[in-house]
């Protein structure tokens, strides 16, 4: 039962973290400039540093390591 609970858990983490990644800008906006993120940059720049998405992403990344260790090892 816990072996299921973690599976669910991990694929959910998967296509999170892909529409994430996604959705992310970059050099040439990718995903996010279809939906008008293209835009959001300021006349100074973006502020890299706070970027809620890179912290989202780290996060689901290090729970994609950790859920695909613990799921190796059951």
Do not use: W, Y
């Not at 040439?28 to 400039?33: A, E, I």
């Not at 706070?50 to 859920?67: E, H, I, N, Y």
């Amino acid at each position: 039962m816990l072996n299921l609970i973690l599976e669910i858990v991990f694929f959910v983490n998967c296509f999170g973290l892909m529409g994430i990644i996604l959705l992310q800008m970059s050099e040439h906006s990718g995903l996010g400039g279809a939906f008008g993120s293209g835009m959001s940059s300021t006349v100074f720049g973006r502020d890299v540093a706070r970027d809620p998405k890179r912290a989202l992403t780290s996060g689901m990344a290090a729970a994609f390591m950790v859920l695909g260790l613990v799921l190796s090892i059951f």
